[in-house]
Each structure stands twice: as C-alpha cells, then as structure tokens.
C-alpha cells in the first residue's frame, strides 16, 4: 500500500491530477546504493550537491505550481544548464512569508532553484533529512526523468529551517537511475 506521507509534497500533486501514488517503500541510508546514496545521504542542500556530482550549473524547470495563502507548491525538475540532462525530479512547497523580499521575489520567478537563491542571498538555514525511499518508476515520474523503462529509484524528504528553526520548505527529492547518474556524471568529468 502507497505511504503518501512518505511521498509528501509530490502526493498532493498525484492528488490533484487523480492519479494513483507508485509504490513507495521507506529505506535506511546503507540500503541506498552508490552514487545515489552520496547524492542523498547528508544535511547539506540538493544544488550545491548536484553541481558538485555533475561538475556543472543546475537549472530549475517548473512542471506544475499553485500559491495558496503564502505557500508556494512546485512540482519541479532540475537540470544540468549544459545539455538540458535532467538530474533530480520532486516537489517543495515553500513557505514564503518566512523570507525576505527579494528572496521571495526570486522564489515567484521561478527561474532559480531554491539552494542557489539560499547562498545568492545569504540566507542562513539548515537541512534536516526526514526519511529516505525507493520508488517504482511510474508514468509521471518517467515522463518528468525523461525515462523509457521502469525502474526502481531513490529520494528523500527534507525540511529546511532557518536559524529560529522555523520550517522555510519541505522538499521531496527522486533520483534517477543510479547507473544513469554515474555514466552522466563520469562522462562530464571527463570532458
């Protein structure tokens, strides 16, 4: 049976397309192979840590997103700037009023993703990893991963709080294949 609050902030957008949750299963960091696990398994920012994996800028694409009463919900991708690879799937909701002006600004833009816009503006905070999970491919997350087959991929849910502990955003992050990362991200070195 599905955990949605496993899945949360991506189970409200399965919700809201009427579409069924995949199979998601709850695991323990050594149950996540490399370099998927090196990816995840830390309290530091997802963009620092996709910029670092794959050696290059990371862009934000914008699926699906609502703002209700200050919270901004996001379906989103990443994407390496260089060759459009796409690189992290998920969704953040994002707690507005608990940002200055022109954090918040950037934020409504949606040209950013949030980590940039968290060091570009200085803000301090800290990520606090709230469970890891395996989940069985579906067409949406296909769709999103540009992924042709099936597979079973990794994620996290985070919390983001600021120096007051107040929670900024919560973030639900999918991988792809952890072999597809590996060959993208060894063949860029090697450029």
């Known amino acids: 049976m599905p955990a949605p609050n496993l899945f949360y902030p991506l189970n409200e957008f399965y919700e809201e397309a009427g579409l069924p949750l995949p199979l ?3 695991v ?3 149950e996540i192979p490399e370099p998927c696990r090196g990816i995840l398994v830390h309290d530091l920012d997802m963009t620092p840590t996709l910029e670092g994996t794959y050696s290059g800028t990371i862009d934000l694409r914008v699926l699906e997103y609502s703002l209700r ?3 901004f919900s996001r379906q989103i991708v990443l994407t390496l700037r260089e060759g459009g690879i796409v690189v992290l799937f998920g969704a953040i909701k994002i707690y507005l009023d608990r940002f200055p002006d022109k954090a918040r600004s950037l934020i409504l833009e949606m040209k950013q993703p949030l980590g940039t816009i968290l060091a570009t503006e200085g803000i301090t ?9 395996r989940v069985s491919a579906d067409g949406l997350i296909n769709s999103a991963l540009q992924l042709t087959n099936s597979a079973l991929l990794y994620g996290r849910q985070n919390v983001l709080s600021d120096s007051s502990q107040r929670t900024l955003a919560q973030v639900l992050e999918i991988l792809p294949p952890c072999s597809y990362i590996e060959s993208v991200a060894s063949g860029r070195r090697q450029l």
Not at 125 to 130: C, E, G, K, L
């Open 69 to 71: 009463e200050n919270v």
């Open 125 to 133: 905070h800290s990520s606090h990893p709230a469970g890891y999970f």
């Open 24 to 26: 998601v299963t709850r």
């Open 28 to 30: 323990e960091p050594d």
